[in-house]
């Protein structure tokens, strides 16, 4: 495994075993509906040199699966090769305390990596950086993931062969159904309101034991259900609220905001 991030290595790997019942549906959707989806194959199968640098807990997950594509279009991956810090990642901490499942220019999805490397919540990012509840663990997110997979393949098998629709059509189609099915719930692209707004509040009332030092406000997700919603932006602090970053605990559903 590429191992070019200085990433912890005190957490558990996730076994294999935990997500095998959703590898496998997911591998059996895409045999179903092969002219529109794909499997990325993972770090152990491929036969292609691959620059992905996962954390070691997704290793046993990650030998195996790669992603998936659905027109061309990368909607789930464990095989990011570009880490940033710009767009969607402006707020976050250090590149080892999340890995991205998908990502646009303005919007993604990550998974939150705990202190120690140690996987947790799964979160949306939308373009106003609010933090969004997809899902409680990686396997979670991967059953909501396969769920609109399927909505979607099924609504372009509906549209006839691939080779009888007009490639760009089809393409376009897709993106929208998964967008329909998935992201825009996650990402901040409805107008419907969140399953719960959970506050920014002062770590001096918090109630909240081992935060970082210099933690300026505290969300507690601890109970919330999928969907609530995080405003990172709305918090009153000196200078730009832009220069201050987040960091994860209890398996990332303890955000604290630190300063820049």
Known sequence: MNNSLPWPTEAQVLPLASVRPVL????????????????IP???????????????A???IGDELGGIEVRGLTM??????????????TLLGAATSFY?????????????????????????????LALQLAADDLAAYLERFADALEATLDALAARGPAAEDSESARTD???QLMDEHLFAALLGMTDSAPALEVPLQDPAVAGIDGLPAGTLAVAD?????????????EIEVPGDPLETHIAWSERGRVIAVLGG
């Open 24 to 39: 496998d549906r997911l591998a059996s959707l895409v045999n179903t509906h092969e002219e529109d989806a794909a499997l």
């Open 42 to 56: 993972g770090l152990a199968v491929t036969e292609e040199e691959v620059a992905a640098d996962p954390p070691p």
């Open 58 to 60: 997704l290793e046993q």
């Open 76 to 89: 789930l991956t464990l095989q990011i090769e570009d880490r940033t810090d710009v767009g969607p990642y």
């Open 100 to 128: 991205p499942l998908y990502e646009t220019p303005e919007a993604a999805v990550v998974l939150a990596l705990d202190e120690d490397g140690a996987p947790g919540a799964v979160y949306g990012i939308g373009e106003d």
């Open 173 to 175: 189609a897709a993106e």
């Open 221 to 233: 997700l601890r109970t919330a259900p999928a969907g609530a919603r995080v405003d990172l932006m």
